[in-house]
């Protein structure tokens, strides 16, 4: 009766334990019941067949394992095609960064006479080109247009008047690093149990100061917010990666990285508060980290790719994700029971915490 009453949310299945605990018996059961489903691969010449074992690797491809092991099962060694995947906004999203490389890009000169309208259309033309999208009816081209050049035109007249003020201008744009190769630059390389771990990516913006010594890595997003508890949970893997190649390639001092979202004109991030302060209010106070816990921040990720590799390595796949998704496309294959995920997520954070991955003191104030 219990269990019938209780809601979906962490809080909810808790106190039902805690109801529980009075009846052993009735608590044994219960238990039983949240065993997360064993995926294992028992087949030889799968498991000998070296599709865990990855030469190099991307942020993006860690974070998703670090959500769930099953997706990333699902989407990269068994391919499994995405039927609900949205080609066309795919596409949408390459021409937004092609346009944003070619406005913020320091090293290609802009013809001063243009105007920005003029340069906003121009530069989809090129960008549809690089990506074209096929269009089913013509109003889908004329609302995709229209979207496009509004979104581009708003972020970049609001982006361009902020950076006249600002400490922080653009020095690296579409930087990448390991086998992309369009900078020369090597991959990350991580030192991991006996073998080296190699990861490669693309950075959107590396913003830094006058002096070129203090690094701001940008991601951008058409719409969405940093959340820093995920920084601690070990999803949150791209932007201390990203800050790590920074310092390690580039040789600037990480100071922090945001989410900036291209719809709305918002930054969300993480920053080292130590040397954050002595640029006033650039960025906000409520996002700064003490400088202990923001290396800490950075180094707890380089233990979780550590992890990850490792299991990816052992072709561990539980049906046990950190990060379920709402409209997760291998929901009908992973089999996992969506009110059993607040227990999940609460033992993922005790052995955590057991393991030396989690830290006592929050990491934002």
């Known amino acids: 009766g219990a269990l019938q ?78 039927v609900g995947e949205d080609i066309r906004a795919m596409q949408k999203g ?55 050049f509004e979104m581009l035109l708003g972020f970049m007249t609001y982006e361009r008047e902020r950076l006249k003020t600002s400490s922080f201008k653009p020095c690296h744009v579409e930087y990448s690093f390991g086998d992309f190769g369009e900078n020369d630059q090597p991959a990350l390389v991580i030192e991991g149990e006996g073998k080296q771990i190699k990861l490669r990516g693309r950075v959107d913006r590396i913003d830094t100061d ?62 080292c508060e130590g040397l954050a302060t002595a640029f006033e209010k650039e960025f906000s106070s409520r996002s700064q980290l003490p400088d202990e816990v923001f290396q800490k921040a950075l180094d707890r ?6 992890k990850i590799m490792k299991e990816i390595a052992a072709s561990e796949i539980p049906v046990r994700p950190r990060d379920c998704e709402s409209f997760c496309p291998y929901g009908t294959v992973c089999r996992i029971e969506k009110w059993k995920l607040p227990i999940f997520l609460e033992k993922i954070r005790q052995e955590d915490k057991k393991t030396g991955l989690t830290e006592k003191q929050e990491l934002v104030k």
């Open 5 to 82: 009453n209780a809601g979906s949310s962490e809080s909810d299945v808790l106190k039902v334990l805690a109801q529980l605990s009075g009846d052993p018996k009735s608590r044994e059961h219960f238990l039983s019941a949240l065993k997360p489903v064993e995926a294992k691969i028992l087949d030889e010449k799968i498991l000998s067949g070296r599709y865990f074992e990855i030469p190099e690797t991307s942020p993006t491809r860690l974070e998703t394992y670090a959500k769930c092991p099953y997706r990333y099962f699902a989407d990269k060694v068994l391919k499994l095609k995405d």
């Open 94 to 148: 390459s021409i937004l960064h092609h346009v944003l490389q070619q406005f913020f890009d320091p090293r290609i000169k802009k013809d001063p006479k243009e105007t920005l309208e003029k340069f906003t259309l121009r530069e989809m033309e090129e960008g549809l080109k690089q990506h074209p999208i096929l269009w089913t009816e013509p109003y889908e081209e004329a609302l995709d247009r229209r979207e496009l």
């Open 210 to 271: 006058a002096g070129k010594k203090f690094a701001v890595v940008i991601d951008y997003k058409r719409s969405a917010k940093f959340k820093s508890g995920n920084l601690e949970l070990g999803t949150a893997l791209q932007l201390p990666l990203y800050l790590l190649a920074a310092q390690k390639h580039l040789g600037l001092v990480p100071l922090g990285a945001e989410i900036y979202s291209i719809r709305d004109h918002k930054r969300s991030g993480f920053y």
């Open 301 to 306: 990720a380089l233990m979780f790719v550590r």
